[in-house]
């Protein structure tokens, strides 16, 4: 069962990151998508799903990864990213709701490069068996 | 602009259909850093609870982004994503053998002057994989880093 009291809680602020041209290039490659400069529209879970890292592997958390389901994800863009831009991602547990059992975890990534708030990531994981 | 007041909600506006091959999933595996073992491995997938290897959502949400970007640029529309969001309700399947098919279908869902949200239904073997995806596209705002 994940620790409740985590809720509302963010993580440190990732050290900022370069969006490499090489990792667009990679990551629309394998969609099939063009040569493109612009950060294709999922890459950003590329950066927010590491950024949880810290949360998966603290034990007192207690989110074991091989239960864990991907059930709903939503992005909001603030304003294209490129490669060549610097981002940061601040990982923060919105809610933790036990259903027959099971656990749906709510994470929010805010997204900021220098100028602000550039996305927001929301990540909705089903934990099997976490509530029983 | 101009293509955006060309839209009314209702309209479907494309239809798109993807092949998935464990290989896909490999790449795909690779580019984004996800590298859990359901979406590359039987054994692992299995021990999951789950029939066979199944496809990243975010593969398969991406596939949805490929479709919409790729359709925006037929239709002349200078846009980029504003919102994109969707449920994984039921995996998409790869077999080793065959692989799979993704079938994407959009519609508006609300039109404005300068944006347009689509409704979009995914389907492999039949499910409802994406219940549904919904693609908020808006006119290209300038890049100013």
């Known amino acids: 069962m994940l620790n409740a009291s985590y809720v509302g809680r963010s993580l440190p602020t990732t050290d900022p990151v370069t969006i490499t041209a090489e990792s667009v290039s990679r990551f629309a490659r394998s969609l099939g998508l063009g040569e493109t400069e612009s950060v294709p529209p999922t890459y950003l879970i590329s950066l927010t799903l590491p950024a949880a890292d810290p949360l998966i592997e603290d034990p007192d958390f207690g989110l074991d990864f091989t239960k864990v389901l991907h059930r709903e994800q939503r992005f909001v863009y603030h304003r294209g990213l490129r490669a060549g831009d610097r981002v940061s991602c601040t990982v923060t547990v919105e809610s933790i709701k036990t259903v027959a059992g099971n656990d749906l975890l709510a994470l929010r990534t805010d997204v900021t490069d220098d100028e602000g708030l550039a996305a927001e990531v929301w990540t909705t994981l089903f934990v099997a068996g976490g509530g029983a | ?145």
């Not at chain 2, 007041?5 to 998935?20: K, N």
């Not at chain 2, 080793?96 to 944006?115: F, H, Y």
């Open chain 2, 1 to 145: 602009m101009s293509a955006f007041t060309e839209l009314r909600a209702g309209d479907a506006v494309f239809t798109a259909s993807f092949a998935v091959e464990r290989a896909d999933l490999v790449a795909y595996a690779e580019a984004s850093g996800d590298h859990n073992p359901i979406h590359l491995d039987e054994a692992a997938a299995r021990a999951a609870g789950l029939p066979d290897v199944i496809a990243h959502g975010m593969y398969t949400m991406g596939l949805v982004s490929r479709a919409v970007l790729e359709w925006a640029a037929e239709a002349g529309l200078d846009a980029e994503f504003g919102e994109f969001s969707s449920r994984f309700a039921k995996p998409v399947v790869v077999p080793a053998e065959g692989g799979a098919v993704v079938e994407i279908e959009a519609k508006v869902r609300k039109a404005g002057a300068d944006s347009v949200e689509l409704a979009i239904t995914v389907l492999s073997a039949g499910e409802k994989v994406l219940a549904p995806a919904r693609v908020t596209l808006v006119a290209n705002r300038p890049h100013t880093a």
